[in-house]
């Protein structure tokens, strides 16, 4: 890790933890990162989704599953009074969804973010770090200017919580991602679709992102840290991913 390299002590996160969005990828490997840290921590997770829920909680029976929300505000105020880290990491980012509804995109994106700080200062939260997108850098789409409008709102908001924000790249094999999908056609035989062949994506591991969590949640109120992620275009990706596979551009 080149945080470390360059001397910067990454600490591990303590007390009570609640991660919105939490049955997703990142939470995945946040908890798994706590456990094989030994992390003096308790962990809740909040998200809206029943099955997923159920899923991780065959593998991590001992943490704390609440359904919901973060646009419904009763709810997840009451989730998260008395704990000390907010992990805001719930969010409409699939780009072609947001583009074709950016209704449901900018109240979960902008709106649900402005719950969670709400909520953070009503319940005494320490400390609430937002995930970003490197996609709010120029914001052309519905998703990355949700984004932006996220991280304007933590940054503006004054409270005795600190309020950061990290910009990720993309995890690489995150749910959604073009990974899996790449592997499955070529499982099947069919080409690769490609948007745009020589179009560029910043990527990063899923440990990567759990240490930039850890090093955004030491930092001044709103901070925005972005992380030096290396690139491939799709091209270099998907002969990565599937060396033997056509690859046709979708646009």
Known sequence: HEQEAAGICVMPLSGNILITGGSGTLAHAIVRQAQAERWDCSITIYSRSELRQAQMRQAYGSLRYVLGDVR??????????????????????RIPEAEQQPVNCYETNVIGSM???????????????????????????AYGAS????????QSTRSMCIFTVCRYGNVVASNGS????????????????????DATRFWMAESDAVRLIQMT?????GTVTIP????????????????????????
């Open 72 to 93: 419904d505000y009763d709810r997840l105020a009451a989730a998260v009074a008395g704990h000390d880290i907010v992990i805001h990491a719930a969010a409409v980012k």
């Open 115 to 141: 719950n969670v700080a709400r909520a953070c200062n009503a319940g005494g939260v320490q400390r609430c770090v937002g995930i970003s997108t490197d996609k709010a850098c120029r914001a052309i789409t």
């Open 147 to 154: 984004k932006l409008a996220m991280e304007k709102l933590f």
């Open 178 to 197: 073009v990974i899996p999908l790449w592997r499955q056609q070529a499982k099947a035989g069919q080409p690769i679709s490609v948007t745009q062949k």
């Open 217 to 221: 949640a030491q930092s001044a109120a």
């Open 228 to 251: 030096k992620m290396r690139s491939l275009t799709l091209a270099e990706l998907a002969a990565i991913i599937a060396p033997s596979a056509d690859v046709v551009e979708t646009g």
